[in-house]
């Protein structure tokens, strides 16, 4: 129960001292004692293998209900804490997924907490608003406090939205808006444009397109979906438009070993996004926006060098096309910058980068011209919701209080290493770690045994998700210490000697 | 604030009866006494224009962060309760429009204070689950005491989302799949299918449509937005499907005074959408669903008869396409029962009914051949929000609890009659007075006069909307009881008398 925790929270802190030592040193990873006072637990517990009884029980039950082909387990987060998930049957999990990469500060954070508990808060929750409409006093105070205090380089403006899929669509039409304008020279449509539009059809609905990338996942909504292609069963049977699909480079790691090869994968890929854009354009679709996550993160953690992307960058601007910057999954600080594309160095890295998950909520950024020209053109009912930027504005106050980013490339760097020494060790097994902050991932031999590394890691009390073909992403939120990895590196390292 | 809310909750009730009386008969509208004892105030109170001086300097800084153009004006949602929405400028107003018909019941009504002060509820606000694959363990539970106690006939299976929006995205990709399958006769892709979808081509990204109506609004994603034709603005320069659209009947009011008329208009829409569904199906793109709303809202709050949706439906069925019946406007308790379908008797209404807005969440019901076949086709990170769920429950039993769907049954017919007195007395500005429950309309003159009258209502201390091209909507809380009928006649009547 929640009020239980509150009310064992200083208990928990006075005990900290007198913890019992973290699990020893098993393989290649180093007993750690954690550094700061977590409200959280010291290790995993498993009381049954994953799912247990009771979550089985429950997914009978939500099996009357919904599909539950995808359902793991079924969770308790009254009794998560920190980095641990616990489910229905008791077992606690050292969480590296963390709910598909959103949760920022970990589970039940005490700051949280006090957000719930501030009476100035309660009529957010209570009451969500129309925000497009009629915002509360206190809209763009918090959108300062909150998402403009973290704004990309370049980026004053901002734009609230429910969830990553809708900040994309509307991410999308904003581009398509600002390129129609720019091509008319004037935002006034004509007749025809306005009566086309009504039926569907061009110029008032007119043939543009968004160039993405194979690999690429950016949401699942019609729109979104079309430039969405890391798996086929998130497509099949779907209809979707004819734009054009450029080739992500396909690259070796370590990158600074490969540094060549890589460079010309790059440059080929490069050359195949210029020709794609002309092809479209003599088409009669022309690309308003090119679309692209920093690390293709669904379709197997994708690296491409900052080269890559400030050249990308350019051809988007070359051909005046948008450049749209996905940072749902990457954002919010987990390669150890708040955003991703801040490792690429540039001032002007994109018109648009859109977020969601560890934001909690979902929206984008953009440059000033940009913003849609008239009212309602990007527009709903909610808009967002206020609640969630109470939390984020409380989040950013935690990140920047405990160094988070700091922290998070520590942990990254150990993480990394440790990834690379039993990839070492197992190279039957593990190939390409890779990875910026904690944001890493590793190949598994194939796709059963990466399946089934997931299982075993589960019930032994690890907590991971896969990516692409055959990949593990680590998705630990930001209070992921080395502490943590020393903890999941001695635990991953059992699990692969089973594969011996 | 909202923390002496609760205090003066006590307060407020036992002034209650010592109260003043409402304010007298003006013209058409009697008065009334409140019959329940309410947490909220007596009478909308105006101190300045609206919006006012504080509104107007906030609306400056917040045109630093977005484009405020929708912006009607900025809120206290702390002070304003029930019927009543208060302003930062201290204006506190009859609301009739409720945050675009999101408001459920009332604000800050005191049953969702409880829900926000109950312990046990904190962890389903700060550890938002991707619901998908880690669902909390009560979610079942939940989800049968809210959205499955009030679920359509004939389906017993729900998906949540995070807006209106993902909600119709996903129920069209629902029947796209669910097409699929019946015209393969199997689920299984052929390599061909599994290819080509990654590239956005056919047979994997299937020439399917789905029918739309002139007028009908369903969102504004990609996919939502080609079955939107209310308005140019919407749909100006984004891209679209070429899927059909039918006309939707344009019906005389009242409905019964012209039953033969309205017959034809009816049997000619009919008639218009099998010849659509043939023609797309000689095109190469079948009709794989149907989507309407029982009334159309943002297109004008237009009508049909129960004999017009029966016989579309058997058409749908007729053709092999999915019924999806849009609720997200109409849904919840507005029209007199729960579901804006429910008035047309039938036992098998849809095969998808989806919903939003005044249900707090997303999401859609489904018959049970709708449900995906796999895993991971209809899903994203979030798939709702567990914390609107307890929310919705705590709704539903205030609904049930205060008989409001009685309450509205009985305002609404207040409210109509009320409309065709002042429509009889003012012929020049009103007409078409029409509505079911309190999802009540009325034509004006031509929409400057429209767009007038909201302004001055507005300044009176009436919130209202518009909606299609010059009629008034209204779109009250369950909560809006005949004593609020009266008061805004009253309000209503004194701004038509400045048109005489």
């Given amino acids: ?4 925790l509150l009310s064992r929270q200083l208990a928990l802190s006075l005990q900290h001292n007198l913890r019992l030592s973290a699990p020893g040193c098993r393989y290649v990873s180093k007993t750690a004692t954690k550094s700061v006072v977590d409200f959280e637990y010291d290790a995993p517990s498993m009381k049954t293998e994953v799912p247990g009884p009771r979550s089985k029980e429950l997914l009978k039950q939500l099996g009357e209900i919904q599909n539950v082909g995808a ?50 808060n309660l009529s957010s929750f209570i009451n969500r608003p129309a925000l497009g409409i009629l915002p509360p006093e206190n809209f763009a105070e918090k959108l300062n406090e909150s998402l403009l205090s973290v704004a990309p380089s370049g980026m004053s403006r901002v734009q609230t939205m429910a969830c990553g899929s809708c900040s994309n669509e509307n991410a999308y039409k904003a581009m398509f808006i600002w390129y129609r304008n720019k091509e008319r020279g004037h935002n006034i449509p004509s007749d025809e444009e306005v009566t086309s539009c009504m039926v569907n059809q061009s110029p008032g609905c007119p043939d543009l397109s968004i160039l993405s990338f194979m690999g690429g996942f950016h949401g699942r909504t019609l729109g979104c979906l079309a430039t969405t292609h890391s798996k086929a069963i998130h497509k099949l049977d779907i209809p979707s438009f004819d734009w054009p699909i450029a080739p992500f480079p396909k690259l070796k790691y370590p990158l600074d070993e490969f540094v060549r090869e890589n460079a010309q994968e790059e440059a080929r890929c490069l050359e195949e996004v210029e020709d794609l854009i002309e092809k479209w354009k003599k088409k009669g679709k022309p690309v308003a926006g090119i679309v692209i996550e920093p690390i293709q993160a669904e379709g197997g953690d994708n690296h491409a060098s900052a080269d890559f992307f400030i050249k990308l960058r350019n051809i988007a601007t070359k051909h005046g096309a948008a450049f749209h910057v996905d ?7 987990a390669t150890g910058k708040f955003w991703a594309h801040e490792h690429w160095g540039m001032d002007d890295p994109a018109e648009i980068v859109s977020f969601s998950k560890k934001m909690l909520t979902g929206g984008y950024y953009h440059k000033d011209e940009l913003q849609a020209d008239k009212a309602y ?65 590793i190949d598994i031999r ?55």
């Fill in 377 to 441: 053109r990007i527009f709903n009912t909610w808009m967002g919701d206020p609640s969630k930027n109470l939390f984020l504005a409380e989040v950013l106050n935690v990140i920047q209080r405990e160094s988070l980013l700091e922290e998070v490339t520590r942990s990254g760097k150990t993480l990394l290493q440790g990834l690379y020494a039993l990839q070492a060790q197992y190279p039957h097994l593990l190939s390409s770690a890779r990875g910026q902050g904690t944001f890493c991932a």
């Fill in 71 to 120: 359902v793991h387990f079924f969770c308790n987060y009254d009794e998560s804490r920190g980095n641990y998930l616990v489910d229905v049957d008791g077992n606690r999990m050292l969480d590296v997924y963390t709910q598909i990469s959103s949760i920022p500060i970990g589970y039940n954070h005490p700051a949280l907490m006090k957000v719930m508990a501030n009476p100035h």
């Fill in 1 to 4: 129960m929640a009020s239980s």
């Fill in 327 to 333: 940072e749902v999954q990457t954002g919010g600080g």
């Fill in 446 to 500: 194939d796709d059963p045994t990466r399946n089934s590394l997931i299982m075993k890691a589960r019930n032994k009390g690890v907590l991971l998700g896969g990516c692409g073909e055959r990949s593990i992403r680590f998705r630990p939120a930001l209070v992921f210490k080395e502490y943590h990895v020393h903890q999941f590196l001695n635990i991953f390292n059992d699990v692969l000697q089973e594969y011996k």
